[in-house]
Each structure stands twice: as structure tokens, then as C-alpha cells.
């Protein structure tokens, strides 16, 4: 039995609510002696950790810096190593494409090459948003119909595209056309069986005519493909935990793999304040929201650390709006670190707070990593997290006689 | 996908040195109220779990006490419940020998036998070395011919040797000859498949052969052997991680599960003091060195607890020589503990401080068992140790998109 056949057994539905908030790159190492959750004046993190269960977990396993897609399929109890994620699929469901079984979904990129067809830019300038959904109009407009596939381009954001092919015996063993630095030309696409040379001979054929399309757009002149993959449907959240989720994310990576879960994706604006705003309008409807804050993440990478401790006090100040909806359970915590001295994900353990319901506590004061580590949870696998939230809210019976 | 295939895909080669410092028998449990460690005055380990991050680790599960082979695979980052390793494997790779896929290897014993055949010494009143070389030459020299196969046969320590076996179509389902007490014959190998059985004859002719050789011999007039094992090439380090690994170990076992893994066994002497100039010797030449200190799981064994006292001291004497090579990541740790109060292997949690690089640090003071409870890694499986050092020293890039 392994733990999704587990949770299907021993789930079951009650009236309580559980409010799980992901703070994106929460979590660091010290620079200066201080971790940025160390240097942040975060009165009501504290007090949440004061009120619930403290612990921190690994993603993957320790070391391993996950992506979005592994590191969220594994808060929502998915082994991120056993339901691999592509690039393709992620930027097909986060930009709200209609995604389908067996369907080949590819990240796009527009991007400028020269006349000998060399990339001199991998995102085409980084244009704007409007650019690329323009771009896309006049793509699909005069592409000639493609024999044996229907084919959907959509826009996402500045150069970022994605596409979905659907059709017969379509495979994903591709390589990526995007070079993945300037200066060396795209590679032709090639298929590594059958199902996927067809598909190739397609993707070549969709490619040839974008180029004659986009040959006079400057900068845009060109796209590349990459992260291919067929959709294969996930279990569904729903069936797992027997909860109604909804998913409120402003970005689409983080929408993408809240649908490949099945999750009502809601729309939320673009800011963490559209976001509680949007989670408070739909609290009645839903007995499981997912809110993703993401901008310490954004910081991170940059390596800015003042930055992370500001968004995270920033977070902190929003904390009371998110507890006056009285969930029965709320899970703080984040995807992954995004240590500012990294300028990168890492694989160090990540903080929690689970607090609510059926509990252990514990003595932890603060809402750092050196005292969460003092708490009743340990350090666990992300994976289980909300099997414990659900315990919390008394949505799991026994398992076993 | 596998820890394996993931460290294939995250593992990326740079300049940094990463030094694995293995204490065998680290760790122990409580006499009149402290353990070794706890009386042990180690200023140097001291200051190493005060300089990096600190937890303990799990060799296979909570309870489990492992031999030296599943608990340094585990080290190494190869599941021990998965890369099961045969005595014989163990002591044809450490002696030496050439072993090549799909060899049947095995450990010898020299041994007395009486008229009637049985066992009145499993190991010939512990005959020296040179005496055991001696009767691998003299059995070498002897032996006819045996249809079908070729043989390696080479003294190990005192009355230890190994044999391999090369041919076409062997089996390891045998068992052992070795009675395991005295007072008793040794039992006929037999095979328990067709492989095998051929595999049996062969050895059943050896064996009449080798009596035949030793009759006027004394004590060491017979042999007996066990731990057949066919060798299968594991998955190698090299490959899993991108480093260009080294292994210093004094003792055969040890260069047998470095060579294993594909490691270099460099030639070291006998001493940890010889151990370390070569470590020294041979540092430029590597960016992955293992060292290994014997003596303190020798002591345990014997369950002399103020033996293991004086050398964890005499350990931390050397622990400044060693952080003078100033290793970008620096690990200490145990194979597994060897508590003087067990006088043996235990299935207890092994102290472990991985040092340098981007690591997230902790207020660990002290280089105990409890103290190192305190830290920022917590009780991890051995098998992530590795993974967690390359994290350390930027070896691993982001897993998924």
C-alpha cells in the first residue's frame, strides 16, 4: 500500500477548514551570524509558533534544491521523485491552456536570431506581456493548418509562451530546440521512438512556419521549444484527502501545478493583498485553500537579503487578516529555502507551523529555523505535512484493525 | 526516479574539495551516566560542531546494527537495503584480487581439522600473515588444473584469504562450507540452482584439493569457505556525483567497499598517522577524499570504554592536521556506533558535523551524542550525508522546473 491508496482509505470528510499558506523561498542561512527569519521583527510568526505545532521539512531529500513543480507537488503529498513535472506541462496548465490526456505541452520562448539563424537573444529583449500575446494572435492567424494535430499557442508573460499539441500517438522523448545560451543556433528537434519522430516532423513543420511568420518582427523574430512532455492525469487531490480545494496563486507556475493536482484555480489578481482579498471572498465555498505568497522567493535569487526580511515582516503584517478567518487548521510555511546567500533554491530543511485542532504543542517561542527545530514535529518529509493537517482537523480515521 | 538517477541528473562537477573523515564505531550510549564521547576531552571536535552543521544518522533503520559494508554503502549514498554486499565481495575487493563481473568470490579461513574432518580451530590458532601467504602459494602451486574455471586465491590477514572464481555460467546460490563452531565438519557446498550446482562441483573438487595440498600442514591443514557472492559493477561514484574520489583506509574491508564504488584506493600503510600523509601527499589530485580511522570500533568491540575515551582524543589531537588542508566541506562522522556497553555494532543514531560551504549553522557547542540532537540537520539517513555535503560545497543544481 503506498500513501496515496493510504489516504484514499483513511481520509474522510468533515466541516473543518484547512488554510494552507506557502511563503515561497521561506527559510535561509545566516549571513553575518543572522538567517533573515532571524534578523525579521515577526511578532505574529511568533505567536503562531507559540500557538502551534513547530517543525521544518525536506522537499526531496536533504541537499536537493527542488523546482516549484517537485517542491509544491510535495507539499500536497505527491513524491516529487515518483510524479516527475515538466517544464512543458507546468507552463501549459499555469497559463490555463486546455491540457488533456496525452496531449504534448512545451514551454515557448520568443527570442531573437540572426540571419545564419544564430540565437543572439533568448528572450527576444524580454518584451512585454502584450508583445508576446499579440505575437501569438498573428501566429495562429496565419499558420496553415498542421495534418493530424490542433494545436493551442497562448502567451504567459514577457517573452514566456506555451504550446499544446493533441492528436493520435503523439510521444515526448524530444529534445529541447533552445540552445540555452546565445551564440550557437537552435537545434533541429528529434524524436528518440516512433510516436515521438511524428511528432517531431510536426514540431518541425509548426517551427518552419513560425519563422516565416515572425521574419520581419524585430525582436521576436524566432521561438524555441523545450521541457516536452505528454499529460498524464495526477491523482486527484480531491479523491486523496476528500477535501474541496481551491488554489490561489498570482503566478502561473504555481496555478500549472495546482490543476495537475485537480484544484479549482481561482482568480486572483496579482498581489498577495488581491490574493487574501480573493481568499476571503470564496472562504465559504471551499474546505481546503492553498495561498501562495511568492515574493521572497523573487528576493532570494536576487540575493537580497534585507529585501526577504522585509517581505517576510511584510507577511507577518498580514498574518492576523489570515487567522481572523478562523481555519480549524493553518499550515505556515514554504515550498523550499531561497537563501539570500545562496542567490538560488537550496535543499536545507524548510520552516513550519502547523497550528490547530488535535495538536501536540510545544515550547518553540519563535518563528525561526534554529527554534522550530525544537518543535514537536522534527524535521519531516514535505510529502506528509498535510497527512498531519489532516489529522489536525480529525479528517483521518484509524488505519488498520 | 531514483536517489541514483537524481544524482545523476543534480550532481555538476566544480573545484571545490569535499574531505568524508569516517570514525569507525563513532557514537556510543551511557556508562555511569556518559558516554565515550561525553568523557572524552575533544576541544577540536569541539570546535568543528560549534563551526558547522550538526545531527546524527540512521546507517539502515532506528535499531538496525550494520556491518561495515551496508554501513559504509550507506555513507556513500547507495541504499544498503537495496546494494546488499557479500562477505566474499568485501574480501576479494579489499585484498585485492581482480574481480570482474560475474565472478563468484568467497572469504577463506584457514583452519584445523582432526582426522574424522571436524573443525577444532575455525581459525588455526590465528596463524600469522606470512604464514597464510605462504600456504596460498604452496596451495597455488599444487593445484591441478580445474576444468572451467580460473582461480584467484590470496592471503588477506592472518587467517584470512579470498578466492575468486572465473568462468562461464557460475552461480552464488551456495552455501557455506564453514560450520561456524567447533566440534563440527564442515558442510558438502551445495548449489541451489543449476548455475550453482556446477558452481558447487568446482568448489567441492577445489576443496578435496586444497586437503589434499595442506594433510602434513599444522595447524592450518584445511579450509573453509563462505559469503559467495557473484559480482555485479555498482552504479559508480563517480558517475553519481561527479567527483574524482580517493579512499584511505588502512584496513582491507574498507578498500573493498571504496573499490566497490569505484572509488581510487590509494596505498596508505597501517597507521592513521600514515593514513594522513597520504591524505596529504594526495590531496592536489582529488576534489573527493575518504579517510578512514579504525581503531575506535576495535575498542568498542572489546568493550573497553576507556580505551575508545583515548582514542577519540588522540583523534581530535589529529583533527587541526586534518582542517589545515582546509577542505571546502568538510565531514566527521561514524559508520555506525560501536557503544563499549554493547561491546558491538548498535543500531543507535551516529554523531555527524558536515563542515563549510553554504551550510546553515546551529548553537551546537560540543561534539556529544545529545549536544549534536541540537542541530540544524537532525537525525538523517546516511545515505543523504553525501548529497547534503554537495549541497554544501554548490554541487548540485535545482532538481525540476
Known amino acids: 500500500m503506498n500513501q496515496h491508496e493510504l489516504l484514499k482509505e483513511c481520509s474522510l470528510k468533515n466541516d473543518k477548514k484547512i488554510l494552507f499558506c506557502v511563503v515561497d523561498g521561506l527559510g535561509g542561512i ?6 533573515e527569519l532571524e534578523v525579521a521583527r515577526t511578532p505574529n510568526m511568533d505567536q503562531l509558533a507559540k500557538d502551534g505545532s513547530c517543525g521544518l521539512h525536506i522537499p526531496v531529500i ?15 503529498g505527491y513524491d516529487p521523485l515518483q510524479f516527475l513535472v515538466g517544464r512543458g506541462i507546468l507552463a501549459a496548465l499555469g497559463g490555463g491552456l486546455d491540457v488533456r490526456e496525452g496531449d504534448v505541452c512545451a514551454r515557448v520562448n520568443f527570442c531573437t536570431v540572426d540571419e545564419q539563424g544564430v540565437v543572439t537573444d533568448r528572450r527576444a529583449g524580454r ?10 494572435a498573428t501566429i495562429l492567424s496565419k499558420l496553415p ?12 508573460k514577457q517573452y514566456r509562451a506555451a504550446l499544446v499539441l493533441r492528436g493520435a500517438g503523439l510521444g515526448d522523448a524530444l529534445n529541447d530546440s533552445d540552445p540555452m545560451k546565445p551564440g550557437l543556433p537552435h537545434l533541429e528537434i528529434t524524436g528518440r521512438d516512433a510516436a515521438s519522430e511524428k511528432t517531431a516532423r510536426i514540431l518541425q513543420e509548426f517551427v518552419r512556419h513560425v519563422r516565416e511568420i ?11 521549444l523545450r521541457g516536452f512532455g505528454i ?19 498570482a503566478y502561473p507556475a504555481y496555478k500549472g501545478v495546482a490543476r495537475l493536482v485537480g484544484m479549482d484555480v481561482l482568480d486572483c489578481g496579482k498581489t498577495f493583498d488581491e490574493e487574501i482579498a480573493c481568499l476571503q471572498n470564496n472562504w465559504e465555498h471551499y474546505d481546503f485553500h492553498f495561498i501562495h505568497y511568492k515574493d521572497p522567493d523573487a528576493a532570494g535569487e536576487d540575493g537580497n537579503f534585507e529585501k526577504r526580511v522585509e517581505l517576510f515582516e511584510y507577511f507577518d503584517s498580514k498574518l492576523p487578516t489570515l487567522r481572523a478567518l478562523n481555519p480549524d487548521v493553518l499550515i505556515v510555511t514554504g515550498d523550499h529555502c531561497t537563501p539570500a546567500v545562496c542567490s538560488d533554491h537550496s535543499g536545507h530543511s524548510v520552516p513550519l507551523v502547523i497550528c490547530g485542532g488535535l495538536q501536540r504543542n510545544d515550547s518553540v517561542q519563535t518563528f525561526t529555523e534554529e527554534a522550530l527545530l525544537r518543535g514537536s ?10 497527512t498531519m493537517a489532516m489529522a489536525h482537523a480529525g479528517k483521518l480515521k484509524r488505519f488498520g484493525p
Do not use: W
Not at 502584450?130 to 501569438?136: F, N
Not at 515572425?214 to 524555441?224: D, F, T, V, Y
Open 30 to 35: 545566516q549571513k553575518d551570524g543572522k538567517t
Open 62 to 76: 536533504p541537499g536537493i534544491a527542488p523546482g516549484s513543480g517537485p517542491a509544491h507537488l510535495a507539499l500536497f
Open 127 to 136: 518584451i512585454p506581456t502584450e508583445k508576446g500575446e499579440q505575437l501569438c
Open 145 to 156: 493548418p498542421i495534418p493530424g494535430v490542433e494545436l493551442q499557442l497562448k502567451a504567459i
Open 214 to 224: 515572425l521574419k520581419e518582427e524585430s525582436p521576436a523574430n524566432m521561438i524555441s
Open 231 to 249: 499529460h498524464k492525469p495526477y491523482p486527484r487531490f480531491q479523491e486523496l484527502y476528500k477535501l474541496t480545494p481551491a488554489a490561489i496563486a
Open 377 to 386: 514535529l522534527g524535521i519531516m518529509q514535505s510529502e506528509h505535512i498535510l
